[in-house]
């Protein structure tokens, strides 16, 4: 399961970051700031002419000693339900794109796909 | 990035570079001592070679050896270092200290690389970032992977890198750093030079053979010897020297000895002549790091910092520094003072490259080239055996024991050593060679040879050199025969690291390998290689091999900038550790423009927090409040997360809202003393207010205006006694000498903790000016003081005392405010800077923080009680300037002179006391009350004045009737009337007599009219018009209620000037507020109606008699709605005041002499009014009084009220109306209705009245049991004949409410005079006998005289037409028995002057006895000469009935 999730704007600021170890939250963002630079070498790689059909899977980004950081999607399809409620925020007319979201029922979606600590 | 100044070529090059030695006899030492140098370092400057040389390989082919360094070093017999795997705790403290040395130039060439979206600013340390909002980043990325790469300098890890392939100590498994060939350097100046050279070569074998040293080491036991005969210019004789060397030639050969001369300048020739210093960029860095030794020898007393674990260092290592340390203590603190080289020319200088190059080419290379010979010679004959041996014992063991044995033996690989002369060396020892004459591809052969026999040895160690040398040579290897292979790097890291547990090694060779990757833009490989040779035993290395993988991150064909920043902070945070702060802020600094503003606060806060922490270490104050600030300001934060911040923390702390600070002019009053109330005047805990601002502004001025005869001066300012952000700041305050200064500052607690300042005071400049001296002598001795060192307070109190509240909480988060005071005692320019205080921590929380002020920077604290000097100044920005088109394009703010008050000359300071001022009052009602002026300051005061808002509310009595009245003292006055009061002479009839006084209204203080203008200035009548220094008066006030119920705030300023003229203050002010409250109590409406009676024949005067008479009916009513208060009105007096008109007698039908109003009771009065004579513009006064005292109206206060009054609202209208009928008139020309002014204005006159009643009252009120009697007057104005006035006008207010119309009103149509008006140009009276006795028996016809009174009121000239005639359809003709007839002329034609009374004999005929209505003459009049209009019927006398009797 995963200890952190974090859904990151196209222009690279958090809308939403959560982790479950709260305790050491700065190392998470920094580990997500940092996998940053992996999913733009990514998407960038596809190139302009094949942005539509790019495969949203990233895949492994890069491994950190504790832990193993991912794009967009696992075969556990939870990304897939990621995206849905993702989508469902954005689809929210009260929701401004680009705001940090503070959504209940994404922050529920969220917290059961997190390790459930302690 | 670590973009290197040397090529990658070059810098490997000259890595490994042959090592020479040098032995100096005591004697060429001294020589060389003269330039500051030893023999080593003499020649440093010159060991690169400019020239090719040539040697030969093996195979005969001739090898070129381009730019050649050698290295020369004394020989030092001491093992340096042990040659473990861990760098020893001497060579740390070297690296470290050439690290920190080693900073980015301030304000250098900002090199900024442009990733992605983001600018960032690599070589300069401050924080700036681009908002990097999406762009197009696709296009820039593409952009980028074409341009060039980014260039970036980090010097101080080169200078690491230098010093620490300088500092690797020699090992055993290569040769690559031992000593090739030894200078055998002896003095000319020797007795016997050979002599000495001879001992020299023998102490050098004893060196190297004798087995006493382990250090230095040598390559090839037969090291090769070169003399060198050093030959001093300025002492030695030449010729000796060249013979000495001729000598030598002889016994060593031309090629193996040298003569050198040098110090050829004699000290006084050379003094102007400029001879560059090549020593110094060389010896500089080797100097630096040894002139640190007294520090570091100290240091390492003490427990350094850096001193993670000492348990690695033998304590002989330590000793070993120490002793260098101190060798070297006295030669190079002398070093650093003189320069180099200092008896050398240029010539020298020649001579000594002449010398390296000579003993490079003819001694070193041959020497070399012979070695790789017999190397090769040697390898080549064992080869067939050795190999075949090697092979056929591997075979003869091998098999499947290798593996086994590989685990086993890995462990303790590091053990095996081969002996120095062991076989397997050679080869190793041979590629040595060549590598370092650079014929790499035979050394690449030879280290892969090696290579292969050390793995098959499983001597892992020699095996990773090899693998090392082997990638290095065949990088360096021209024309690129085979690709650099990454992987013999890899694995030779790895072996020396995780085998052989020798870090310095592996991280020589990943410093190699990183270099060699870079330089073929493979960045991510040596990034990685980079990372992974971080670990937790050294953070000065982790620190930079971080900072160098962020480098190449950043240099990625994508740059990849998040890694870059992610891994600056992990360098920042062990250059943290490593005790190098300013390279870790510097790496902090940089990381933070990537994450700055992007929304990753927790991240930003993090770096902003260490950003902070190393600012204030390194004393950068700026930058950690700002980065601080960031923290605190961010209110996401919580409170554990502060009080972690707050461990280390420095912060202006508390803030201060500058632009909330108020400034107080004066001192802090008492509000009431005993009875007496003092003026409110203004206070720091008033709200500001606008509006009352500017009605205090318009009151000042008022009053300012009147003191000036009529004229504002143009150089009026209000006085404003209290600063704040809404007052006008522009022009320096004026404070006066000995009067406080009250400063209100704001502080705010940020914190979720609580704070407690001490000692908080002002801090302020002070410059000395005379007032009293003409300016321009004041500028030249203008001196200035300050309290802002804290040794001058007691001599800075002595000109400006200072206030210091010693002890000011703040709660968590709280807002409060300081009262901070200073007493000026000389006259100047003071500017008021800031505020200082002591931050102490709070007793609740055991003084566990502590806190750190802004400026000030202290030394370690004490354990508890922690406190700190803090200081904040007060910048208050001015408003923003919006006047000008330029203000208004740009941002400008205009100055804020608050915090700088001009301290002038005394002046006088007015205290006013009020004493039984009431707070609530009946309307109307009069009241008496004292105050008292005081003179509180030592000059005299005069010109007091005081003006109000509600002028009629209140007056100090005339000043020339006034005086005899005033009873003594307020004690005295009790249960008093208020006013002046005659008795009734007894026996008269209460009501019938009206008492009469003229009075002007010049004696009330009040202008021509008396009608209350909008002045209300009232002078304050003292005695002398002086008051002197504490000389303090008390006047009486009468005060009467407010006409309309309510609580009505009144609002008095006084002024008053100083009786010393010219002064910077022309007056001041003192304010008052107060606040009434007024309940009702009577109504008083009145009419008056022109009374039909003919004047008396006995009437006094003709005047009276002719202008006629007037009722005036006043009607009153309770409408006090206390029921429980006040029992019951009285009316105790009516008076009248006009100036035509007085009150005759009261003619009340009722005998009801005092007339009495219980709760909504209803009285009516009715009173003849007679006009009099007008006496030059003054007011008639009479007196009618109802009771049995008389009260005397035309005094004080009586009339002062009456002629307060507020206008009546009648008499404000006809100005209007005559503006609209003038702008009518105009519109029209004069035509021919262009009389009708007149004509109207004629009628009105006709019927005005002007006549002012004013009722007296008296209320009796119960209170606490206690029946009191309140007095007070109200005043009604009657304007016209027949309208009813009323002492309450607030049924008007709510015209107020008037729709707004958007088209101009049309103009009223021509006024003409109504009907009604015109019917009441004559007044018409018939004189007849009321019964007339007539014999009808004798005679049927009854003649009875009849006379027609007519009297013109009006002004003008009337026609009059009297019509006799009896209009038989008259429905007004009284139905009566019979009727009668007129006799004689039926119509007359009349012309009546102005106020003239005709009698007209008229006779009537009755034929019958009976009741007759006489009243039928019809009167018709009209404005003489007003042609156009046709006559009105004029009002129609009562019925006058006259009763014609039988006399039988």
Known sequence: ?118 | MAQCVQSVHEFIQDSFVPMVAVLCSEDAEKVTRKNNLNFSELLRPFCRLTSEGHMRDPNNQVQVVKNLRISVNNVVTRPSVPASGTPSLAQRLLLSEVVSTCQPAEGGVANVITAGDYDLNISDRSLKASVPWYRDWRDTLTELSTSKHYTATTPWFEAYRETFLQSMPAADHEFLNHYLACLLVVSSSEAVPVEKFLKLSQEQHRIQHSGEYTNPKWFIPNTLKYYVLLHDMSQGDEHRADSVYEDMKQRYGAQGCYLLKVNSRTAAAGADEQIPDPWSQYLHKSKQVLCVDGSLVNSLDSTHPLQLDTSGDTPGSLDALRAVAVETKAGTAAAAAASHGACLTLNDHDRIRQFIQEFTFRGLLPHIEKNIRQLNDQLVSRKGLSRSLFSATKKWFGGGKVPEKSIAELKNTSGLLYPPEAPELQIRKMADLCFLVQHYELAYSCYHTAKKDFLSDQAMLYAAGALEMAAVSAFLQGGAPRPYPAHYMDTAIQTYRDVCKNMHLAERCALLSAEILKSQAKFSDAATLLIKMTSEDCDLRSALLLEQAAHCFINMRNPMVRKFAFHMILAGHRFSKAGQKRHALRCYCQAMQVYKGKGWSLAEDHINFTIGRQSFTLRQPENAVSAFRHILTNESQQASSQQADLDSVLLPLPYINSSATRVYFGHERRLAEGEKQAATHVSLDQEFDRDLAAMWRDLEEQVVASANRGVVPATFQATQCCLNSQTDNLRFPLAVVEEPIIVEVVFRNPLKVPLVLSDVSLLWKFTLKDFSRPQDAAVGDALAFSNEKETLTKQSDDIIATEVIPEFFLNPEETKVARLKLLPHQTGQLNILGLVYNLASTPSTGGVWQYTALVLFIGPSPADGTSVRGRQDLEIQGPRLNQTKEEKTSVSHGPDRRLDPTITPPMPLLEVFFLQFPTALLCGEIRKAYVEFCNVSGVPLCGLRVVSTHPDFFTFGSSSLATPLTPLSPTSFENCSAYKTLATPPGATPGSVAAVTLVSAGDFGLGEGGSGTSNGVAEIPLEDRVLKPGQSTQLPLWLRGPDHEGVHEINFLFYYESAVKGGKISHRVLRHTVFICASRSLCVRATACRSNTLPEEEAEEEDERRNGSMLVFVDVENINTNEAGVREFHIAQVSSSSKQWRLHRCINPAEDKDCKLNSRERGKLCFRATRCKPVQEKYIFADLSLGNEQIISSTTPCADFFFRRCPPSDSRRPPVAVETQGRLSRSQGAGPGGGAEDLTSLVRKCNEVDLDIIVLWKAFVVEDNKQVILEGQLHVALQTIGKEACSLTQKEEAQEMVLLKFKPELPPPMTRPSMEQLSHLIKTNLHYPESYRHPFIHKSLCLVPVTLTLSNCSLAQVDVIIDLRHKTTSPESLEVHGSFTWLGQTQYKLQLRAQEVMRVPLRACFLHAGVYNLGTPRVFAKLADQGAMCETSQQTATPALIIIINDT
């Open chain 1, 1 to 118: 399961m995963a200890v952190c999730i974090a859904v990151i704007a196209k222009e690279n600021y958090p809308l939403y970051i959560r982790s479950v170890p709260t305790q050491n939250e700065l190392k998470f963002h920094y580990t997500v700031h940092t996998s940053l630079d992996v999913v733009e070498e990514k998407i960038s790689a596809v190139g302009k002419a094949m942005a539509d059909q790019r495969e949203l899977y990233l895949g492994l980004l890069y491994p950190t000693e504790d832990y193993k950081v991912y794009g967009y999607v696992t075969n556990s399809k939870m990304f897939r339900k990621l995206h849905n409620s993702f989508t469902d925020v954005m689809c929210n007319p009260f929701y401004n794109p680009g705001d940090t979201i503070q959504s209940k029922a994404f922050d529920g979606m969220v917290s059961a796909m997190m390790v459930q600590a302690s």
